[in-house]
Each structure stands twice: as C-alpha cells, then as structure tokens.
C-alpha cells in the first residue's frame, strides 16, 4: 500500500494487466518515447517494449480502426487519445464499427479494446481539451463508458476494462488526476463493471455522480443527509442502485459535468420516472455544464457545477 | 482512363503460371459471375431481404488477388463485396441465406448483402462504410507482426475510398511500421454516380504510394493474370517482412451502383462506355486466351458452367428453406455484461 495519484494507479493497471497477459498492446499518440501527454504511460515503453507501447501518427481514426482490427485478431488493445474533443476524430471508427464487431460478426469476434481518454474542464485549457462526451458513447448500443473518480476505482475498472470482451471508453478525470493520493493495494484487484458504489449511506436524498463531480457533490453533500451514489460505470449504469436509493430517499439530485441537455442525467432522471415516480416525494434536479462550448481560464468557474450550485439544489429538494 | 481495346494476356504469362492455377482464376471469376448473374435473375422477385451492389464486370480482381492468399490469411472487403468473399472461400449457400434474410446466413440473416463474413476463411466482416474497413487490415497486420505468424492481410476498397481520410491515414501507418498488408484498389471509376476525375485532384491513385514510401502498382483490373502477378508480389512482400503495398486495378463495374439494373438510361454513365467495357470483358477474354492458346481443352471449359449452376441450384435451395430469425435475435450479440 502507499498513497498514490489517479495517473500513477492507471499507470500501475496498465503496468500490472502488461505483465499478467502479454496480448495487452497500448497505442497512441506520444504514448511511448514522451509517456503520454499526462504522463500516464510513464516507464511502459522501458518495461514492455516498443512492440507492447507503440507511438502512432496523429491519427485518430488510424489508432481506432487500428485497435479494432488487434481486438478482432485477439489481442487487447488500450489506446489513448490525447484529450477527450480528440476522439471526435476517431467516432467514425468506434461507433460504425468497434461499437458493432461483436453484433455485426454475430458473436464470433468480440472487440476487446479499452480507449482511455482524459476528460472534463478544469485543466486550463479550451474546448476540445475539457470535454465531457460521454452521452454521445453512453447512446451508442455496443459500447460500455466508464469514468473512475479515485485512484482506487481508477485501478480495478481500468483493470476491468481490459479484461473485458467488449470496448470499453474509459474516461479519465483529467481535472483530478493528480489532486488526489490516496491508498492503493500493489496487489491486482478488478472492481466490476456495471456496478455503482454507495460512497455514503443517506436517507434524505439520493445523490448521484461520476468522475471529478463527485468530489464536489460530496463536499456540497455536508449538512444534508445524502446517499452518495458514485455511478463509475456510465454505460450499462447500475439501474438498482439508483432506484433501491430512490425508493428508500423520495429526492434525487444527478450532479454531472456535461452538458444538461441530452446529458446522462436525463436518462437516470427518467429511469426514475418510469420505475419509482409514486416513491418521489420532490422534483428530481440536475446540477449539470450549460449549453455552452467548453471554454477556457475564468470562465471554467462558471461553466462548471459548482459545490454552491449543488448545495442550491440539495436544499431545493428538501422544501417538498 | 484505360485505352487500351482489348485484354491482352501475354503468352509468357500464361506459360509460366501453372495451368491448375489458370483454370481457378477462371473458375472463380466464372462462379462469380454466375452467382452475380443469378441475384439479377431472382433480385425483381422481391423476395432477397437487402440492397444488392453487384460487381459483375470486376471479377478479376478478386480472383487474381485471392488465389496468392492463404486460407488462413485475412481478407476485409466493402459493401461490394460478394466477388471477394466468394474468392477467398466463402460458400455460396450462406451468402444467398444472408440475401434472403434467413438464419443459416452468414449474418444469420441480420446483416445482407453487405455483412459477409467467415471466420473460418479469414473474412474478417464487411460494412457500408466506404473505407471503413482499411484501419481493420492495418490492425491485423499489426498483430501478425506482434505475434510473427506470417499471416497476410488483404483490404480491397475502391476509388471512393481513396476519397477518404482513414485510408491516409491508414496507409501511412501500415508503411511507417512496415506491416504485411495489401491494399487493393479497385478503380472503377465512379463512386455511386460521381466521377473519379470530378472527385479527385489526381487520378493516379497507385503513385500515390511512393509518397508513403510503400510501393504502387496499376494494373490493368479487367486482366486476371496482371491481378495475380501484381498481388504475388505484394503478399510476397508483406509475408517477407517487406511492408505493404497499393495495387490499384482499373475496372468497371456494368451495373449501377446499387441494385440489378444497369444505370445508364438514368443517365448516371454513356451506354458508350458500358459497351466498351463489356467489350473488355474479365470472363470471356480470358476463356478465349485459354481456350486459343490450347491452355485448357475445350471439353474441360465446357463442363465448368454446369457445375457452377448445380453449386448455385443447391444454395438457393438451402437458403429458402432455412428459417427467418426470431425476434429475440434483435437483442443477440450486442455486448456481455
């Protein structure tokens, strides 16, 4: 044990998984040589190889289609696209195809590739660095989305992901990536996919997040009497988690980075609609990024959920 | 264009490559044909459940290129793609099971004309999206480098293709990192009804490669002998270690873009060009320089037709009897959780 970033506990699951199975390859852009962009890739190259940590052109599609065709050989690519606004460049290729070897070669490839990728604002940068695009994945059938939010989850999902037959859009909170240190078994541990983890027990109000929002719901959660629920797989999400919390709460408040409209939490807000609106006892609310193109410096502030935002909405589900 | 007015096989040519051979590359581009020329048949019945792009006219391609492939080695095609599949092994009686939407296809009956794919013969599954299928090959051949196994792959695409950025960027990474794949151009031309020298500032799609370092060669696509000799090369190459390379085969395809009709009353092509292809036929230039050149006796020739519509009578015959899929198969193979 020791403590450790988000970066360094990606850094050892990539490590770990390398060493355990010898058909795990990472690709990307600056992957090898220079470690990556955020350096997540450190020391790889050294350890496993340029046949195992391979620098690409800067080629989006390439890199994706690429993996795709390792994946359907029966190997288990992880490739890294520098910034999440980057993966544009490769959609065609995951959701016309990575998203559909499985259904469209009914069932005789699977398409074992992970695509990590830094998300979210607060890096400093501007549009198409600081992204947060899951719905777009989340709505595309065939694809698994997760987005870890500690260096613990980040570790055993990661781990997962690449275990995992399917492709998986790993989404990496770039903003938290090495805000927090926290303890990390040296041991391999896998956390499964498709499960959420109630970070606190509540009985007041159902509060869900995912990545770097969920430590700013968790700070606004002080004084209320929340069940935190960490979503950490955004695609299938854990739909019984939700709505055993909702059932016992009557409140749910959804605190997400992207955009509201058409955003992830429209889809938790009508999964309650459907399946526990006599359980609700006040509107459900969204805490969410505005209609706005994710901008740079000063205004980062203002487009991002803020702890006094959720607070507001928190003491707004409690008036009913 | 080519302006050459005939299919010209070199004697050469045709001495030095085995007479077994000869007689396959026939073979294949005859039961192509007449497997194509069968969909055209039966397609007005409306009883095949999905669009059809036929390639009749472009036979030598896929035969040429594919008789040089092992079985095992791996083969990408595109939404015109019954020629390559039939070439590299597929069975006629999955592929008409697929067109008629039934289980025993090789999409199980959910996917059509343009989702071939056997494992089993190293077809690793096609789509509609033009060029989609290039970075596929590139992986492929990226792992068959990993693993040392000396597999070969293949992508066949067309002059639409070379329209798209993925094949760029594509190419450029199979050559930078000296991977055995082939890339197969097939030049006919005309994507849907947009022609290549409306869509493309050069059409000189094979020089193309020398500026990824990668050899290019345009071979005349009509030609089978030219097709197999160009692509020995180049899988010779790409098993060798020696890296991909462009063929680009110029070709034309007789009927229109999609469906069993020709399109020139539409006005989309000249009636004039059409004739002049048909002229430069793939099928029956070659059988004449087989049959001329005593490569093959006549009687041999003559018996290879029936045996192509028993195999074809056999297919339909099982793929109309085999079931429609379930509803449940709406929800197979999506992902495992």
Not at chain 2, 96 to 104: I, L, N, S, V
Not at chain 2, 108 to 129: E, P, R, V, Y
Request: glycine content about 8%; some cysteine; overall charge negative.
């Amino acid at each position: 044990m020791g403590k450790i970033t988000i970066v360094k506990a990606i850094n050892q699951a990539l490590a770990e998984e390398m060493a355990r199975d010898e058909d795990v390859v990472l690709l990307g852009e600056d992957i090898g040589q220079d470690g990556g962009v955020f350096r997540v890739t450190d020391g790889l190259l050294e350890k496993f190889g340029p046949q195992r940590v391979m620098d690409t052109p800067l080629a989006e599609l390439a890199i994706a289609g690429t993996a795709i065709g390792m994946a359907v050989y029966g190997l288990r690519p992880v490739a890294e696209i520098q910034f999440m606004g980057f993966t544009y460049g490769a959609l065609e290729q995951v959701f016309s195809h990575a998203s559909r070897i499985r259904s469209r070669s009914r069932g005789r490839f699977t398409c074992p590739m992970v695509i990590r990728t830094p998300y979210g604002i607060g890096i400093k940068a501007p549009e198409l660095h600081s992204e947060s695009a899951e719905s777009l994945y989340c709505h595309m059938p065939g694809i698994k989305v997760v987005a870890p939010s500690t260096p613990y989850n980040a570790k055993g999902l990661l781990i997962s992901a690449i275990r995992d037959d399917d492709m998986v859009l790993f989404m990496e909170p770039a903003s938290i990536y090495r805000a927090i240190k926290a303890e990390v078994p040296t041991e391999n541990y896998a956390i499964p996919l498709g499960k959420a983890a109630i970070m606190q027990e509540g009985d007041e109000i159902t509060l869900v997040s995912w990545g770097a929002m969920l430590h700013k719901a968790m700070e606004a959660s002080e004084g209320f009497d929340c069940e935190i629920i960490d979503l950490m797989t955004l695609k299938p999400f854990d739909e019984e988690a939700i709505l055993e919390s909702v059932r016992k709460t009557g409140r749910l408040v959804i605190v997400h980075e992207a955009t509201k409209n058409c955003g992830l939490g429209a889809e938790i807000a009508a999964l309650v609609a459907e399946e526990a609106l006599f359980y609700l006892k006040a509107p459900v609310l969204r805490v969410a990024g505005p209609e706005a193109v994710t901008p740079m410096a000063s205004l980062e502030d203002e487009y991002v959920p803020k702890v006094a935002r959720i607070r507001e909405a928190l003491k707004d589900v409690m008036k009913y | 264009m080519s302006t050459k007015s005939d299919v010209n096989f070199s004697p050469e040519d045709l001495a030095a490559i085995p007479q077994k051979a000869l007689l396959e590359l026939y073979t294949t581009m005859l039961r192509i044909r007449l497997f194509e020329e069968k969909i055209v048949e039966l397609y007005p019945e409306q009883e095949m459940k999905c669009p059809v792009h036929l390639c009749i006219g472009q036979e030598a391609i896929a035969a040429g290129v594919c008789r040089n492939l092992k079985k095992d080695d791996y083969m990408v095609s595109n939404h015109r793609g019954h020629g390559h599949g039939i070439a590299k092994g597929i069975s006629m009686k999955v592929l008409f099971a697929e067109f008629y939407g039934r289980t025993t296809g090789c999409s199980k009956g959910k996917g059509g004309s343009m989702h071939i794919i056997d494992t089993s013969q190293g077809i690793l599954g096609t789509s509609a999206i033009v060029g989609g299928g290039i970075p596929m090959a590139v992986g492929t051949g990226l792992s068959s480098r990993i693993k040392k196994d000396k597999r070969v792959s293949v992508v066949f695409f067309g002059d639409g293709a070379f329209d798209e950025g993925v094949f760029y960027e594509s190419f450029n990474f199979a050559s930078l990192k000296k991977l055995p794949v082939v890339f197969v151009c097939e030049n006919n031309f005309y994507a849907t009804n947009s022609r290549q020298s409306s869509r493309q500032s050069s059409c000189e799609i094979a020089n193309s490669a020398r500026a990824f370092g990668a050899p290019g060669m345009c071979v005349d696509g009509n030609n089978v002998v030219e097709v197999y000799k160009a692509a020995d090369q180049a899988v010779k190459l790409a098993r060798s270690g020696g890296g991909p390379s462009l063929i680009e085969a110029t070709t034309y395809r007789w009927k229109g873009h999609v469906g069993p009709d020709v399109d020139y009353e539409k006005g989309a092509r000249t009636e004039e060009e059409l004739i002049y292809w048909m002229k430069r036929c793939p099928v029956k230039n070659f059988e004449k320089a087989l049959r001329e050149g005593g490569i093959v006796t006549g009687e041999t020739l003559d018996a290879i037709p029936q045996a192509i519509f028993t195999e074809l009578d056999e297919a339909l015959s099982f793929a109309i009897k085999s079931p429609y899929p379930k509803p449940e198969a709406l929800y197979e193979d999506l992902y495992n959780i």
